[in-house]
């Protein structure tokens, strides 16, 4: 397991991907936190954040085989924890009693929660049809407010190449979603 520890991501991932439980545990210890404290700034909640990104790691584990650039394994990983807490945001709905909820004003109206939820469904169809370059990117700038520094740091990739992501993933949300405005 020491010897592991200095191993790159890629090489690691691929092993992983072979079966080997060590490489993917070394993976784990190395992303883990930076994995949760993602799933946090998302989900505003440690104890969501820690189970949001247990379920991405299970999810990960099993899909391994897929990951088509092994270098990259650490926006992969983010990718799949981003999706994981889009599904806990949605699922989350105000828990009201029946007895104290005011029949007038309880939120908003079947319509405009049909509405939203379709609205919902399809920008996350729009992004899960992005280049995972670009979901990822789009990600971290518009749901967890990272610079485009910051964002150059965590992707391996120059500030430039960020905003050349960004704008196209943009460009590709404004117009799927044209028919939402």
Request: aromatic letters at 6%.
């Amino acid at each position: 397991m020491e010897r592991l520890l200095s191993v790159e991501d890629g090489i690691l991932a691929q092993r992983a991907a072979d079966g080997d439980e060590r490489a993917f545990a070394v993976l784990v210890r190395r992303h883990g936190p930076y994995l949760v404290a993602f799933a946090t700034r998302l989900l505003g909640s440690r104890a969501d954040a820690d189970d949001c990104v247990q379920e991405a790691l299970i999810v990960a584990w099993r899909r391994l085989p897929e990951l088509t650039d092994p270098d990259r394994v650490r926006a992969w990983f983010s990718t799949i924890v981003a999706r994981k807490a889009t599904d806990r945001m949605r699922a989350r709905r105000p828990a009201v009693s029946i007895e104290d909820a005011d029949p007038v004003a309880v939120g908003p109206s079947p319509d405009e929660a049909a509405l939203t939820t379709s609205q919902l469904d399809m920008l996350r169809k729009v992004l899960d049809e992005l280049p995972p370059e670009q979901r990822t990117a789009w990600l971290l700038r518009e749901v967890s407010g990272y610079s485009y520094d910051e964002i150059a740091r965590e992707l391996g990739i120059s500030a430039t190449a960020v905003r050349g992501r960004l704008s196209r993933a943009r460009a590709t949300v404004w117009e799927r979603m044209q028919e939402w405005r």
